[in-house]
Structure formats: structure tokens, C-alpha cells
């Protein structure tokens, strides 16, 4: 008997995840190799998060907390929203799914940029529903031509900001110009995943416009600037309204308790998070000098990554930096067969990075 299955998922690819750093070592014999692909930070988890996560760790026979009640208070402080405007998922590739969830169906369609982050497409086209992408404008994205391919059967629209892969951001006053040409009915997810990274004073104010939109969903996560990528803690600000309907789709225990424990500490420890900024910032000031003086072009970035255009097929780039255990990401999959997209290393790995670079482009 032939299994019957949802023909919807047949437009899904797998997802393909970067090369662990193990099979690496395996694979090529190496002992020491650094993955500069996945926009991890390269400090690790702050301490503060490590003790946590070492306390929660004998109650691991416990149900985690379903409702991520301290979590939620604590980020309604720091945030200034209440604890009823948030939703912890589990990474926050789980809300983007829930959002799909709730609002999409087989007739339906979402808009985004292209390219963007992969995961949108993946949860629309779960839910059968179409993708309409909007090419980016000199790497950004391009709200007018997105607020237009709006449609009767849009229901909802991710705007990437700061935009994986290219780093980009859209400002407070294009967003805003866009959430009031969008129509009140179709859900806005605004993806903040990067946000702590920003430096450029343009960047939206988000938050300043949930109580004017209630048709508006940041996501943000704990996995970038906090180093807890392992552990998978994102999560969504809204109107109550919304957010309850996101948690009426969500698993009764969908954030483990060692995530919610170190999620908590993380947010209290201001010097790790200080320090993974400078760390990044520098980085950034020494990869734009290397991108310089090997003559590629790259896009200046508000992330902890850096897309630059290395003028060949990028996967070869990439096979001979890996032969040199420096595991990077190339941009095919996103449309950008001659770019690489770098993770911001520490200072000696971003070093490593440039030497095997070097003699790959020689
Ligand atoms: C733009 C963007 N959004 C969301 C995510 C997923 O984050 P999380 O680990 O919270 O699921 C990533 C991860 O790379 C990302 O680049």
C-alpha cells in the first residue's frame, strides 16, 4: 500500500545545516578547525548562564515551566511590555512556525525579500501556502515593492531586520511607512534576531510600534548575542491578542528548563553581553580590512556576519577553506553563487580565517 501523505510538503526541501565541526576533523583529518557559518557567537554562553544551567541541571527530570513564567516577567522588564505580549518558543524558528500555524492555509500567500532567511519560506510553504519574493534593492529590502505585492490573498509579510544573509536594515520611518501601507488584516512578522548587534541609529524603534499595530510580530532570540543557540529560546512580542493566539497552537512544554534557567541568567549578565559587542565590532572593522586589501566588495553590516563577494563560484572557496578547517557558508542557497557569508570570529579566529583565505584566493 502506497503511504498517503500532505502533496503540500513535496515543495519542501530539507534542510541542509552547515558541516559540524567534528565530521570535519574526521573527514579531513585535521585536529583544530573553526565554523565561522552559522552566526553563533564566538565567546560562547556568558558565565552567569553556565551556572544557571549547571544548577538546573539536577531537576532535569521535571517538566519544564509551560508557561516560561520567569522568563516572561523577566523580559517584560527589560523590555518595558507585559509578560501577556510574549511568547517563548523554542529557538525562534518554532514562533515562525507557529505564526504560519495560525495564520496561513493552502490559499493563502506570504510575501518576503529575496534572498532572505530560509526558514519563512519553510513555514509557509508547511502550511501549503504560496511565496511571493521580493528582490532586495542594493542588498536591502524593498518595502514599497513588498507593501505592493500585497494582495487579497496575503496574509502574512517577514521583514529580516537586520536581513540574513546581507545584514542590512530597514529604518524606524521606512518600517513604519510600510506598516501603515499594509492592511491591518495581514499579520507583519518583523524578525529581530540580530537586533543587539545594530549600531546604526536609523534602526527601528520595534517596540515603540506594537501598541499602534496590532498586526505586528518581532521575533528575537536568545541564540545570537546570548550564545545560547544549543539551548533554543526565542521569542515574540505583540498585542496580547495576538500572542494568545500563537500560544494556543504552541506545545504544552515546547522550551526545555535548562533554556529557560540560562535564558533568565543571561539577561542579567550585562558584561558578556557588552563584551560579545566589542568583540563583534572589532571583528567587523578587521574583516572589512581584510575584504579590502584582497580588492572583494562586501556589505557593510549592523550582525555578527559579513557577505562578501569573492568574484568565483564560492562553494569552490568554500570546499578549500574546509580542507583547512575554516567551515564558512556559502550564499548559493540563497541565490548568491559568487558570495561567502562570514560569522564574526574572535580576534585569533578571524586571523585564521584571513591566512587560509588568503592562500585559497592566491
Ligand atoms: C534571521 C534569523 N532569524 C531567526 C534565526 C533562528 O534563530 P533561533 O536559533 O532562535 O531559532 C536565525 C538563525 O540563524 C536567523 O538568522
Not at 24 to 43: C, F, R, W
Not at 219 to 237: D, E, M, W
Not at 261 to 276: G, T
Request: aromatic share 8%.
Amino acid at each position: 500500500m502506497t503511504i498517503r501523505f500532505r502533496q503540500e510538503i513535496l515543495a519542501i526541501e530539507p534542510y541542509s545545516p552547515g558541516k559540524p565541526i567534528e565530521e570535519v576533523k574526521q573527514e579531513y583529518g585535521l585536529t583544530d578547525v573553526i565554523k565561522l557559518a552559522s552566526n553563533e557567537n564566538p565567546l560562547g554562553p556568558g558565565p552567569l548562564a553556565v551556572s544557571a544551567l549547571q544548577k538546573a541541571a539536577g531537576d532535569a527530570h521535571l517538566y519544564p515551566d509551560g508557561s516560561c513564567s520567569r522568563l516572561r516577567e523577566a523580559l517584560g522588564k527589560k523590555l518595558a511590555v507585559s509578560p501577556s505580549q510574549l511568547i517563548v518558543g523554542n529557538g525562534s524558528d518554532e514562533l515562525l512556525k507557529l505564526a504560519a500555524e495560525v495564520f496561513l492555509g493552502p490559499s493563502d500567500s506570504v510575501v518576503m525579500a529575496d534572498p532572505t532567511f530560509s526558514e519563512y519560506q519553510f513555514a509557509a510553504r508547511l502550511m501549503g501556502a504560496s511565496v511571493r519574493r521580493v528582490p532586495l534593492k542594493d542588498f536591502r529590502h524593498d518595502l514599497p515593492a513588498m507593501a505592493k505585492a500585497v494582495d487579497e490573498s496575503t496574509r502574512m509579510v517577514f521583514v529580516c531586520n537586520p536581513n540574513n544573509p546581507t545584514g542590512t536594515i530597514v529604518t524606524h520611518g521606512e518600517l513604519k511607512a510600510f506598516l501603515e501601507s499594509v492592511p491591518a488584516g495581514v499579520v507583519v512578522v518583523l524578525d529581530e534576531a540580530y537586533v543587539e548587534y545594530v549600531q546604526d541609529d536609523g534602526f527601528p524603534r520595534a517596540l515603540d510600534l506594537i501598541g499602534d499595530y496590532p498586526n505586528l510580530l518581532i521575533t528575537r532570540t536568545f541564540s545570537k548575542l546570548h550564545g545560547l543557540a544549543g539551548l533554543r529560546v526565542g521569542y515574540g512580542i505583540a498585542q496580547p491578542e495576538l500572542i494568545s493566539l500563537l500560544q494556543r497552537v504552541r506545545e504544552p512544554f515546547n522550551v526545555n528548563a535548562l533554556g529557560q534557567a540560562a535564558a533568565v541568567a543571561a539577561l542579567r549578565d550585562f558584561e558578556h553581553a557588552a563584551q560579545s559587542v566589542q568583540v563583534n565590532e572589532s571583528g567587523k572593522s578587521f574583516l572589512y580590512d581584510l575584504f579590502t586589501s584582497l580588492d572583494l566588495s562586501y556589505v557593510r553590516t549592523n550582525t555578527n556576519f559579513v557577505l562578501v563577494d569573492v568574484r568565483r563560484d564560492s562553494k569552490e572557496v568554500f570546499q578549500r577553506l574546509l580542507i583547512k578547517g575554516v567551515i564558512i557558508r556559502s550564499t548559493h542557497s540563497f541565490g548568491l553563487p559568487t558570495y561567502l557569508r562570514v560569522t564574526v570570529g574572535t580576534d585569533g579566529q578571524n586571523r585564521r580565517l584571513a591566512v587560509a583565505l588568503r592562500e585559497v584566493l592566491a
